[in-house]
């Protein structure tokens, strides 16, 4: 044992989102019990590249006694994380089991507004004014079959991905698109996979850096399209 750099999670602060854990390139973070928790301390070399991903700041570095960072070892735990991605990622998400499902319904559309991706939809674009927006993970619209009739209808879209996306970069965009909007209301869903839910922490953020007191709500979709 020495002292040395290694990752400290402020238990208090994190929500479990998960945005740290795929920017963790050693696999030394986990879900566990709702939280982000080191699997083992010789897998984590303290360079800290998860730290800009925490929407919560629940993670930071610091020095203490810990047992050093064990290259070989974390090969082998890389290794044997590898062997169980046709199951589920690293994080252990079960939102990555794989499932089919045979579709049900026709719909028509009820997309109002181009682009529709975060990144690409500029904070000035006329459609936003006095909108009902909707804010979709990616995931929700391919699951929900009667997602435009029972979500999309009379709402400007907007879709993202909390667990591979830049939530800090999400967090300013989505910012300053309440400060110019004048919008009315804002809706988030998300599937009930756990990465899913740091939606509503980027859109809290967001609403908080922007100043503005929009009514919001949240929309749960489990993965066969139910509102949970």
Known sequence: MSKRKIVKIDEERCTGCGLCIP???????????????LVKEIY???????????????????????AAFNEEETKRHLAEIKKKEDKKLACGCPGTAVKSFKPTLKIQSELTN??????????????????????????????????????????????CCPKLDDAGLYVEKLAEIFKRGDLKSVTVAHMEVPCCFGLNQIVGEALKLSGRKIPAKEITIDIQGNVK
């Open 44 to 66: 984590c070399d303290g360079l800290g590249a998860c730290l800009g991903h925490c929407p919560e700041g629940a993670i930071t570095i610091e020095e203490r006694e810990s």
């Open 23 to 37: 920017n963790c390139a050693e696999g030394a973070l986990k879900i566990i019990n709702g939280k982000a928790a």
């Open 114 to 159: 181009w682009p529709v991706q975060l990144m690409l939809v500029p904070p000035e674009a006329p459609y936003l004014k006095n909108s009902d927006l909707l804010i979709a993970a990616d995931c929700v619209g391919f699951s929900c079959p009667d997602f435009h009739q029972e979500f999309l209808r009379g709402k400007t879209l907007i879709i």
